[in-house]
Each structure stands twice: as structure tokens, then as C-alpha cells.
């Protein structure tokens, strides 16, 4: 059973996703804001073990939002 738990980072909630493909695991994330705006992200990379391309699309989706904040500081994420 895939590993779906939504992890909350400075207001945000992520959801690291790695999808099967082509006999790899494409990494991807959701990210919703605070205000409850979602968007998901393009393919991130291709990964032969799910927990890894996960774990990549949670280290993407963190640094997306570090740069938002830093950025903005408004708390908005670019579509």
C-alpha cells in the first residue's frame, strides 16, 4: 500500500506522491497553503524504489516553500 500521509511544513501541507511508470516511480508532489489553494507539481525525476522518489518529492515541495516564503512572504504559491 502506497504511503500517502500529508506532512505539514511552516503553515503548508505537502503530499510527496511517487507514481509507477514504465517499471519506475515518478516523483511529484500537492502542495496546499494555508489558504487551502492545491497545486501539483510537474514530474520531478524517475526513481527505481518508491520510498526515494518520495522522499525527493518532499525535499522538492520543502524548498518550494522556503522559496515562497522567502520570496513573498505572503504565503502564495505560484500556479
Not at 516523483?27 to 507539481?41: K, L, N, T, W
Not at 520510498?51 to 505572503?74: I, K, N, P, Q, T
Amino acid at each position: 500500500m502506497p504511503d500517502t500521509t500529508m506532512i505539514r511544513y511552516r503553515g503548508y501541507r505537502l503530499l510527496p506522491l511517487a507514481a509507477y511508470e514504465s517499471g519506475e516511480y515518478v516523483a511529484m508532489f500537492i502542495v496546499q497553503s494555508p489558504d487551502g489553494r492545491e497545486r501539483a507539481s510537474t514530474e520531478l525525476g524517475s526513481f527505481r524504489n518508491p520510498e526515494v522518489a518520495r522522499r525527493f518529492a518532499l525535499e522538492r515541495g520543502m524548498a518550494e516553500v522556503d522559496s515562497v516564503m522567502c520570496r513573498s512572504g505572503s504565503g502564495a504559491v505560484r500556479s
